[in-house]
């Protein structure tokens, strides 16, 4: 198991390294730059900005740029912002908090809405149920979630009031009451296409499951349905989703990108939306390596578990 | 205070006079149920009693963020939001164009002997009564340090224009200083008055890094309000300074929400969310829609930007001046202005907003006219050849037109552009780029045909174009400024250099409008309309007095109090 581990290790550094060197090189080899945004500013002259990218190091070649980049990034130093000057990690820090609760909330609605739909589906096949759960998942996978995020707005803000169009917290208040009730919007909105995931994932996993022998042999034997449903049925089934799980992370990323624009909450999305933007390209390199990081560590994580779940997994 | 107005205090020139143009705006605004200036607006408000304490919070929508707080480093319109609420400048520019002292106890003139009639000695006196947000007095001292920090070599400072002539600053008393500029340069007082603020010496001369400080994400200054919190992506908050030594500040606190998206940021405003739709305000299309909500008053008023056609003036056609008259003739400005833009902007000749000192009346105007177009072309040699484009000498007329990729109004326009120009005979192409690669090597160093942008020609109210015009501010050719358009012009550049050393109003008047003329008869731009900002306020929010003069119209919250 340990050599298993290791193995994966030291694929997922490699691909770190390589991961790093790409995206270094698209972010700057993609014309413009962090100036761009000042040239039509009546203050700066040309002289100016070029003072001013002298001054960051951008006038320097790619490759060195890029190990100078490389080698602070090992020893914990990942630069700074070149829009407020700020340490990368304390930028990525407090933004991180913001998506995090988006997306836990989101993946908690998702994924025990997603298995539920999911398991009654595969029970009751080509039932009404099931197909109405089959028609709503094609549906919340087809809309885009921006104009999902922005119809909710107007539904449930300007038209009912119930709930605020947007922000994380009302100003002056901040009250777990107040964080809940602007959560809700954003948070369904994520969860929509994920729930269909989750759902459509999970009824496979369990049509798979429920046509297996051991499982006519427990009700032969007389096993109460309940029983094998939630023992034997939905234990395995929940199995493959493990690796689901692991390789959402990218998708509840994009999918964070947007909710965060159109309920203009503060999270690393939006973050990274700006900062290409921007071309703040120690932040966009920032966000880019830890995104990378947490998704190589979910699919780590995954294949662990699956490999202490199914021993044969560790010869593969 | 305001009285105490120098030699370049000039609103009355606009004001005092107003010409027909400028009535029949106030009129038409005031008709229409909005305004064009804020001093139209002012007349729109029933003005009530500032509470004796500050009283409340206002709560400002941005569309960017704002994320540079040391008012002296590279930044954009946004970030002056905060400089302006936290820090102040020795004088400033107020909404009639004059300039209104404010660390400084009047604006140095000649008459008062604060300008020596050469315009190289400079003296100002400071108020004596004015503390930084931590109690310490402010002096002369500081003012010194401000401007050598912008010659700091090592400091990444926005601009160096007009710093760098600055020699031998000597401070005479703790509230009195004086310094020899290298040239007269008449610019530099609005460059002081609009774009520098003072910073700190007693904090940043400790810093050992210039670039990089605790003051850069907590600044301190002498402004109506005090630093309180930034909450990265989402708002932050300013609160009311006890002592600030100006008009002020009415409420408790400001808060500026970040809300990226356009149309979110209306539906906010709308749903009383926020309680001012700043930077950049509400989409034309929204406007009408926004006029009739209740308790919100919408407010459009002009801004210093000229939407313009820009040439790449060495570029193939487009070098022949007949060509960009030709292309001027055929565009039909009013479409543009009228179906594209909901009407809301006025058309202009100048680079210099109609509302300035130094605006030149009677330039000539734009007439739609694609006949007298196909007329001057074919008189001037340029044939219809393959396809229906013409050419001369083997130079097509054809060219590519570029602006920021997203921007719908304008690549609204490309659109009829295109049909206009194929009427006679020109073919124009479609090049957008993302904003951060249009306004890169792409703009900057003229690797452009044409391009549809807006840009504000001027320095705080100063109309010197020298970095924009001047033959020698060819960035592709070396250049130090802008002049991304190659404009070479020797009797422009003679004017240009003229104005920056008259410090006589009524001659700067002259040699500004002489050029504006120049400019027009060159067409070394085409200009379209001059931009202007829809913006919204909560109702019984008193105070809010679009500035043509700043760069953004909350530059005075500390004057804005509830009814």
């Not at chain 2, 250049?479 to 991304?484: A, F, L, P, Q």
Request: charged share 20%.
């Amino acid at each position: 198991m340990a050599r298993y581990v290791a193995n994966r290790l030291a694929q997922a550094i490699m691909l770190l390294v390589i991961v790093s060197a790409i995206g270094f090189a698209i972010l700057h080899l993609a014309p413009g730059g962090p100036l761009s945004q000042f040239a039509a500013s009546a203050q700066m002259t040309q002289e100016d900005l070029d003072r001013v990218t002298r001054q960051l190091g951008l006038d320097r070649s790619l490759p060195i740029q890029y190990l100078d980049w490389f080698g602070r990034m090992l020893r914990g130093d990942w630069g700074r912002s070149y829009r407020d000057g700020e340490p990368v990690l304390a930028v990525i820090s407090s933004h991180l908090g913001a998506t995090l609760e988006l997306m836990a909330t989101a993946t908690i609605i998702a994924v025990l809405l997603g298995c539920w739909i999911g398991v009654l589906g595969a029970l009751r096949r080509y039932s009404l149920f099931d197909s109405l759960a089959t028609v709503g998942a094609m549906i919340a996978l087809s809309i885009p979630t921006f104009w999902f995020g922005l119809v909710t707005i107007y539904v449930f803000s300007v038209k009912l009031g119930w709930l605020p169009a947007g922000n994380r917290q009302t100003v002056g208040d901040g009250s777990p009451l107040d964080l809940l009730h602007h959560l809700i919007a954003p948070a369904l909105v994520l969860a929509l296409v994920e729930t269909a995931m989750w759902g459509r994932f999970m009824r496979s996993s369990m049509l798979e499951v429920i046509n297996q022998d051991y499982i006519r042999t427990a009700r032969a034997k007389g096993m109460p349905e309940w029983r094998i449903l939630t023992v034997h049925a939905l234990r395995n089934a929940l199995l493959p989703m493990i690796t689901v799980g692991g390789l959402q992370f990218p998708t509840l990323l994009g999918g964070a990108l947007v909710a965060e624009t159109v309920f203009t909450w503060p999270g690393m999305g939006r973050l990274f939306l700006d900062s290409i933007g921007y071309r703040d390209y120690p932040v966009v390199m920032g966000i880019l390596m830890f995104s990378a990081v947490m998704v190589l560590i979910g699919s780590l994580l995954a294949d662990i578990l699956y490999a202490v779940v199914d021993p044969r997994i560790r010869v593969g | 205070m305001a009285d105490d107005t120098g030699k370049f205090g000039v609103g009355a020139l606009h004001l005092g006079n107003p010409n027909r143009r400028q009535i029949f705006q106030l009129g038409a605004g005031a008709a229409a149920g909005w305004t064009l200036s804020g001093n139209a607006f002012a007349q729109t408000e029933r003005p009530t009693n500032p509470p004796d304490k500050p009283r409340g919070q206002v709560i400002a929508a941005l569309s960017q963020e704002p994320t540079v707080f040391h008012p002296l480093m590279p930044g954009i319109e946004v970030d002056q939001g905060i400089w302006w609420q936290v820090f102040s400048p020795l004088w400033f520019i107020d909404p009639d164009g004059q300039f209104v002292p404010d660390l400084a106890r009047e604006v140095p003139t000649l008459e008062n002997g604060g300008l020596s009639a050469d315009g190289l000695t400079w003296k100002i006196k400071l108020r004596s009564d004015v503390k930084w947000h931590d109690g310490t007095p402010f002096t002369a001292d500081d003012v010194k340090f401000s401007l050598e920090l912008i010659n700091n070599p090592d400091f990444r400072a926005r601009s160096r224009v007009g710093h760098s002539l600055v020699k031998d600053i000597k401070v005479v008393a703790p509230d009195e200083i004086h310094w020899r500029m290298e040239a007269p340069y008449s610019p530099y007082m609005s460059i002081l008055g609009s774009l520098t603020f003072i910073v700190p010496k007693h904090i940043l001369e400790k810093v050992t890094d210039p670039n990089a400080s605790p003051f850069h994400n907590a600044p301190v200054g002498t402004g109506p309000f005090r630093w309180g919190e930034r909450v990265p992506g989402d708002h932050i908050q300013l609160n009311a300074h006890a002592g600030y030594h100006g008009k002020g500040p009415y409420v408790e606190r400001v808060v500026f929400k970040y809300i990226p998206d356009l149309t979110v940021l209306y539906t906010q405003f709308r749903t009383g969310q926020v309680d001012y739709t700043g930077l950049q305000g509400i989409l034309p299309n929204f406007v009408q829609e926004a006029k009739t909500l209740k308790g919100r008053k919408i407010f459009v008023s002009s801004t210093s930007s000229v939407e313009h056609i820009a040439p790449n003036l060495e570029f193939g056609a487009l070098a022949d001046r007949t060509v960009r008259e030709a292309l001027y003739l055929a565009i039909n400005k009013q479409a543009i202005i009228d179906a594209l833009n909901y009407g809301l902007p006025t058309q202009t000749e100048s680079f210099v907003p109609q509302q300035a000192w130094s605006f030149q009346q009677g330039l000539p105007q734009h007439k739609y006219d694609p006949a007298k177009a196909n007329t001057l072309l074919d008189a001037a040699g340029w044939v219809r050849g393959a396809g229906g484009v013409r050419e001369k000498g083997g130079v097509k007329l054809e060219f590519t037109n570029s602006t920021t990729s997203g921007n719908a109004v304008r690549e609204q326009t490309q659109q009829l552009l295109i049909q206009d120009w194929r009427a006679i005979g020109a073919a124009m192409r479609v090049n957008n780029m993302p904003a951060a690669v249009i306004w890169g090597d792409f703009w900057q160093q003229s690797k452009f045909n044409s391009v549809i942008v807006g840009v504000n020609f001027m320095l705080g109210s100063d109309p010197d174009v020298t970095p924009r015009f001047g033959s020698g501010a060819i960035p592709a050719k070396g250049g130090r400024g802008y002049n991304t358009y190659q404009y070479r012009n020797p009797e422009a550049d003679r004017l240009l250099a003229e104005g920056a050393k008259q410090f006589d109003l009524a001659q700067r008047k002259t040699t500004y409008g002489n050029l504006q003329k120049l400019i027009r008869d060159d067409l070394a731009i085409l200009p379209l309309f001059q931009g202007f900002i829809a913006e919204g306020v909560k109702e019984g929010l008193q105070g809010f007095r679009p500035n043509i003069n700043m760069s953004i119209n909350c530059w005075n919250i500390r004057e804005w109090y509830w009814a």
